[in-house]
């Protein structure tokens, strides 16, 4: 039995199994509770008409002690205990993760009721009297809801999580951008960098030193000046490389053999370090391996795409990692409520269709005899290589710029009639569009 409060009475279910959790094999409550038994200390105190004065001082205690207990607990835990806790909280909870959670309520439970003798009062009082404030005074229901977030395993793991990524003092970000998320960026890159680094910044970057590199050969950057300029304003070094097959690879793999070499002279922890990969390439798995089995934390941002043919691809990417993400799945939000037709389509292109193609796109003024003002034809193709096109659609509007928006709203439609109402949500096997295009 435990100090805290019994959720279930609270119409939480503290006393089931959440998510995740293990259910005890020999069917005993395990909820942490002493609400509602009865004991010495209550008998004691029957006598009493007005418990408020008692519930104050209990109240006002717990504000001034209870966040250094909490603290003092969480201290007494070893560092791979709280290690257990570095994966994304989604995760299945161990018997491992069970026993650390009890071990903390057990040590909490101790020094609470270690600083309580002083008030003369037991912990079954104490509980009792702590419902009863929280009725009444807000104090008392933020104490209750602290108390809560601890007995709950799952809240606990959240807790855990930002203290082991809390301990890390150096972060490497290396972005493989011409793999990953770079065509998605077309037109709309400020906003997309800006999504991707407040997700990094509220999971990974909670402390410690940040370096950041995004690597592709510079003919890819030489047409997208935009994108490279939002990057640099964000904090992330811009790193050209040759044009040669792998040579980003090999620069980044390069790169953080020197970032190992210097960690190891520095004498810097293993699990106080993190490698965060931005790519949906194997040839990474050699030194995503090496960093994984040497204590580091590895995060892998991808690509790969999900499904029966690229199931075995994503399970290799990924894993060697502490954690994976999709990279769509982080952006998606921002590619699908904040883009207008072209940069939607842009970025369909980029990122939903595998691999991605490129959208051609040709202007030409149209004359039409005793009408007045020329407009604008844009004509819309799909190049699936250098010698492949196919026509998607086309718009005409008396504006330059206007015309293509209007192409773009075109293709949209055409693709949603080929493919579903959320057709520029959903990842297409390059084959399967190229012979849809041909009927």
């Known amino acids: 039995s435990s100090v805290f409060p019994d959720i279930s009475s609270m119409g939480c279910g503290a006393g089931?199994?959440?998510?995740?959790?293990?259910?005890?094999?020999?069917?005993?409550?395990?909820?942490?509770?002493?609400?509602?038994?009865?004991?010495?200390?209550?008998?004691?105190?029957?006598?009493?008409?007005?418990?408020?004065?008692?519930?104050?001082?209990?109240?006002?205690?717990?504000?001034?002690?209870?966040?250094?207990?909490?603290?003092?607990?969480?201290?007494?835990?070893?560092?791979?205990?709280?290690e257990l806790f570095a994966h994304h909280i989604d995760r299945e909870f161990s018997e491992e993760h069970l026993r650390v959670h009890r071990h903390f309520l057990s040590s909490l439970e101790q020094l609470l009721e270690a600083s309580l003798g002083g008030l003369g009062m037991g912990l079954s009082e104490v509980a009792e009297l702590l419902h009863q404030e929280a009725e009444r005074e807000t104090e008392a229901r933020n104490i209750l809801q602290q108390l809560l977030l601890y007995t709950e395993l799952h809240d606990f793991a959240c807790v855990m999580r930002q203290r082991s990524w809390g301990r890390v003092s150096e972060v490497r970000v290396y972005w493989d951008i011409q793999n990953v998320g770079g065509e998605a960026m077309e037109g709309d890159s400020a906003r997309m960098i800006r999504t991707l680094m407040t997700f990094l910044k509220d999971n990974y970057m909670l402390s410690g030193n940040v370096d950041m590199w995004a690597v592709a050969p510079s003919h890819y950057y030489a047409r997208k000046q935009t994108m490279v300029r939002d990057l640099n304003e964000f904090g992330i070094t811009v790193v050209h490389c040759s044009d040669k097959a792998e040579n980003a690879d090999h620069l980044i793999k390069h790169r953080i053999e020197k970032d190992l070499t210097l960690m190891e002279k520095l004498q810097l922890p293993p699990r106080e370090t993190a490698f965060i990969l931005i790519t949906s390439d194997k040839d990474f798995m050699d030194i995503l391996r090496k960093l994984f089995f040497n204590g580091h934390k590895t995060v892998l941002i991808h690509d790969a795409?999900?499904?029966?043919?690229?199931?075995?691809?994503?399970?290799?990417?990924?894993?060697?990692?502490?954690?994976?993400?999709?990279?769509?799945?982080?952006?998606?939000?921002?590619?699908?409520?904040?883009?207008?037709?072209?940069?939607?389509?842009?970025?369909?292109?980029?990122?939903?269709?595998?691999?991605?193609?490129?959208?051609?796109?040709?202007?030409?003024?149209?004359?039409?005899?005793?009408?007045?003002?020329?407009k604008w034809r844009c004509t819309l193709e799909v190049e699936f290589d250098r010698r492949n096109r196919l026509f998607l659609s086309e718009g005409v509007?008396?504006?330059?710029?206007?015309?293509?928006?209007?192409?773009?709203?075109?293709?949209?439609?055409?693709?949603?009639?080929?493919?579903?109402?959320?057709?520029?949500?959903?990842?297409i096997e390059k084959q399967q569009l190229e012979s849809m295009l041909k009927r």
């Open 305 to 374: 795409k999900k499904g029966e043919k690229k199931s075995e691809h994503e399970e290799k990417v990924t894993f060697f990692s502490t954690e994976s993400f999709v990279f769509s799945d982080i952006v998606k939000w921002e590619l699908v409520h904040h883009r207008n037709a072209w940069q939607s389509l842009m970025a369909w292109a980029g990122s939903m269709v595998q691999p991605g193609v490129r959208i051609k796109h040709l202007k030409e003024k149209v004359e039409e005899p005793g009408r007045g003002r020329a």
């Open 16 to 82: 089931k199994v959440g998510p995740g959790q293990v259910a005890p094999a020999d069917g005993t409550d395990t909820s942490p509770s002493r609400i509602g038994h009865s004991g010495p200390e209550l008998e004691r105190h029957a006598d009493r008409s007005d418990r408020s004065p008692w519930g104050k001082l209990m109240v006002g205690f717990l504000m001034a002690k209870l966040d250094r207990l909490v603290q003092e607990a969480l201290a007494g835990l070893k560092q791979d205990d709280c």
């Open 397 to 427: 509007h008396q504006d330059n710029y206007k015309s293509g928006e209007e192409a773009a709203k075109n293709a949209i439609k055409r693709l949603r009639d080929l493919f579903g109402p959320h057709a520029e949500e959903e990842l």
